[in-house]
């Protein structure tokens, strides 16, 4: 394809998710493909950059979503963002971010992924 953000299957992709509570601690972010966990970080911090290089990607059409889970069991769920692996050749929109958030009342808990 030419893409010069392209890379063979077998090479690792990096994926950085942002994760806060501002009203407790964040226990664990993950990160899932085709609903299968692929990545997971255990915490116990009120915010982390956490930065998870995977190889195991399904080749076709992947939806990746980021979650982070705080220690009220709360969970912040990232909007979707889709990667192909091909056969040659892994691809993902560079500029692709994903934003959600969550939380009990004023208190907000923000997920990004990019």
Do not use: M, W
Not at 29 to 56: C, H, I, P
């Amino acid at each position: 394809d030419g893409d010069p953000s392209a890379l063979v299957p077998s090479q690792p992709a990096t994926f950085r998710v942002h994760a806060e509570d501002k009203d407790g601690k964040l226990q664990s972010v993950q990160l899932f493909a085709k609903g299968y966990l692929r990545a997971e970080a255990k915490l116990d911090a009120a915010q982390t950059d956490q930065t998870f290089t995977v190889s195991n990607l399904f080749e076709g059409d992947n939806t990746l979503i980021a979650t982070a889970v705080d220690n009220d069991g709360l969970v912040g769920l990232s909007a979707p963002v889709r990667v192909k692996v091909k056969s040659s050749q892994f691809s993902a929109p560079r500029d692709d971010t994903a934003r959600a958030s969550c939380g009990n009342g004023a208190k907000r808990k923000l997920l990004s992924f990019a």
